[in-house]
C-alpha cells in the first residue's frame, strides 16, 4: 500500500531501492564511508536492527502487545533475510528523549544500525501502533520514518491472530522502508499433512504458527493452490472417490467447497492464471493426461495439449502469456514452455527428471524439481539457461512454492528424517525449518500478501 | 545471504537518509494513518453458493455442487470405488520405474486376468493404477493414469468390453508397502483389479 503519504525522504529512499533485491544485481552504490566499514565489522552482511519492547502511551497492555510485537515482528525481519535482529533488554520509557537517546546508544554499541521503537495506544476495541525508525549510524540517532498502523481487537482463533497480523504489517513495512520491496510476512502457507492414505490440508501464518485444517474429509487430499485474491484454495481430493478438483475458502467457514472438475480419470494439478479468472489443470477425460484451461465463472474448457504422452503441472508465467508445464514426451519428465493457447512448445530442461516447475512471480525463473537418486531443487530461466540447484545433500528437497515477492521459497524436504517445510532464500540460503508438526507437512503453497 | 553489493547499497542508503535527515532535523511523520490491518479475512461477508452444505466450522467438512456453471461434472456417472472388491482370482501386475508399458510377464498375468473376466461376465472392473514414493506426487497421479489405462488397454485388446472397466490413479498415495527399498518399491508400482457385479 503505496498511498500513504510517506515522507520525502522515503519516498526518495524507496525509489533509489527499487530492484535492489532483484537477481542479479551489479553494483549500484558507491563504496561505504569508512564509519559503515566500523558498524559492520564483524563480517555481518546485513542490517542490524535494534526492536526493544514496544512503550504503551495509552491504556492496559493485557494481551502483553509490548513483548509480542517485538518479538514476531523480529522474527520476520530475520525471515527476511535482509535483517539481523540484535538483542537487548532495554525499555524505552515514554516520552523521555534523553533515555531514549541513551537505549539507541546501548543498541549502537552493540552493532544497531536502526532501531524500530512502537507507541501503543490500546482501546478495548481498537490498537495503534506507531513504529518510528531511527539510524543509530548516526552519533545523534536521528530519527528517520514514523509510521501508524492499527488493528481491531478481534476474538482469536487458530486461523486468526490480528495481534500477529499486526506485528506481520509492522515487520513487511520496515523491509519496505530499507530495500524498496515490501516484505512477505503478511501472507499464509497452506500444505499437506499426514501420511499416504489420509491427507489433510492446512493453513497457516507464514512462518509455521497459527495452523488450522481447512479439509477434515478423511479421504487423501493434495496440491493446495492459494488463488491470486488469496481468499481460496484450489486442490485435488479424492473425498468424491476419484481424483477430483475442488476449491475452498479457508476464511469463510460457512462457506461449502467448490466442485471445480470431476471428469472421468483424473482431475489434478490446478495453477491460477495471474487474473484468477481461469485454472490450468491437467485432465484425462479424453484419453490421456493433457493439460485445459478452465474459466472459472463459466465452466469453460480449453484443451491446450495434445500428445500421446504425460502433459501435467501446468504453471503460468506471470504475464499469463505463457504456462511451463511437465511432459514426458521426450522420454522421462522434462520441463516444457508454451503459449497460452498451447501453441509454441519448446523445451526448457534437457538430460534429467524434472517436474513440479512453478514460475517465478518475477518472471525470471522457472524453479523446479529434479530426481538424481534423492530429490532437488533447481532453476533456470524460462529460455531454458543457467540451470542451477538451490538444494544439495540434505535429504530430498522438493515442491516449491514462490512468496510473492519471488524472493522466497517454500518446499519440503526430509533431511530431518521426516518430511517439513522449510523456507530459503532464492540463491537457496537461509534456509529455515517453519513447521515442527509430528505427522509429515508437504506440498506447501505460499500464499499471496493477504487482502 | 544478501550479497555483497546489496550490503553495500543498503548501507549507503542508509547513508542517504542520514544526509537527508540531517536537513530534516524532524521525525518524518507521516499524517494519515498507514496501511491499516485489514480485520480478519473471515470478517469480509463473502457470498454462500445456494448449493453449499453446511460443513462443520473452519473448514470444507463435505463437498458442495459447484456454483453456477463451473462445476466440469463427469459425462456418465461413475461407478463408486468403495463398492469394488479384490478378488483373489485377479492377479495384480507391475511397472518399471516411470514406465507404464504392459511387461512380457505381466501380460500373461493379464491373459488368465481377462480370461476370468470373460467367464465371469457379470462383474465390473475397476483398475486402480499405483505408484512408488519416488517421482513427486502430481507427475504420479498421471504416471497411474497412464498405468491403468495401459492396462485397460491390454484387457481390451483381449476382448473385454471396455464399458465394464472403470479406471483410477491414486499416484503414489496408496504404497502396498512402505520400506525404502527397491523391492518394496517395486511392489507399489502396480496396477490392481476390484470388481463388482453389475
Redesign the interface.
Known sequence: ?RR???????A??AV??VG??AP??????????D??INV?GGGS???NIAIPEFTVVTGSDSAGLAKMIPTVAGNDLTLS??FSVVAGADRVPANNPDALRQVWSNFAAAGA??GAHGLLTLRADRV?AEV?LY?L??PTF???????????V?PLS???D?RR??AH?IAD?IVLQ??GDRGVA?TKISYVVGP??A?EIVVADYDGVGT??????GS?N??PVWSPD??SIAF?????????L?R??????????????????????PSWSPDGQSLAL?L??D???EIYV?T????A?QRLTRHAS?D??PTWSPTGQQIAF?S?RAG??KIFVMERDGSNVRQVTTSG?H??PRWSPKGDTIVY?Q?EGV?NLWVITPGGTNPRPLTSGQGDN??ASWAPDGRHLVFQSNRSGRWQVYMM?L?G??TTQITTGAGDA??PSWSPR?? | ??????????????????V???C?K???????????????????P?P??P??????????????????????????P?P???EFMAVAALKEVHFDF?KYDIRAEDAKTLDANAAWLKSNADNLVLIEGHCD???????N???G??RA?ATMNYLVSQGIQANRIT?????????VC?EKTEACWAKNRRANFLVKPR
Open positions: 500500500m500513504i503519504a510517506i515522507a520525502v525522504l522515503f526518495l529512499l533509489a531501492t535492489v533485491w542479479p544485481s551489479p553494483v549500484r552504490a558507491q563504496a561505504p564511508p564509519i559503515y559492520t552482511k546485513k542490517l533475510g535482509s544500525h536502526a495503534e518510528r539510524d549510524t548516526s536521528p530519527p528517520i520514518a514514523s509510521r501508524k498502523f492499527d488493528a481491531a478481534t487458530p486461523g486468526f490480528w497480523r499486526l504489517k513495512d530499507f530495500t503478511d499416504s492414505g491427507k488450522s485444517p481447512v479439509t477434515r474429509n487423501i493434495l496440491s488469496a481468499r485435488t481430493s479424492f473425498m468424491n472417490g476419484y481424483p477430483d475442488f475452498l475458502f479457508p476464511f469463510e467457514p460457512r462457506r461449502g467447497v467448490q466442485t471445480l472438475a470431476s471428469f472421468h480419470g483424473i482431475n489434478s494439478s491437467t484425462s477425460k484419453g490421456n493426461p478452465l472459472v465463472q463459466s465452466g474448457l504425460i501435467t503441472e511437465v514426458d522421462a519428465p527428471f517436474t513440479q524439481t530426481r530429490h522438493q515442491g532464500l540463491d540460503m537461509e508437504t506440498s493477504l487482502p | 545471504m544478501v550479497t555483497r553489493a546489496a550490503q553495500v547499497t543498503m548501507l549507503s542508503l542508509l547513508l542517504a537518509g542520514l537527508i535527515t540531517g530534516a524532524r521525525p518524518a511523520t507521516t499524517a494519515s494513518t498507514a496501511a491499516a490491518p485489514a480485520p480478519a479475512p473471515s470478517a469480509a463473502a454462500v453458493p448449493s453449499a452444505s453446511a460443513p462443520s466450522s473452519g473448514g470444507a467438512a463435505a463437498a458442495a455442487p459447484a456454483a453456477g456453471a463451473a462445476a466440469a461434472a463427469p459425462q456418465t461413475r463408486v470405488p468403495k516411470d514414493e519416488r517421482g513427486t506426487n502430481e507427475y497421479l498421471a504416471l493414469e497412464r489405462k479406471i483410477i490413479s491414486y499416484g503414489e498415495e496408496r504404497p512402505n
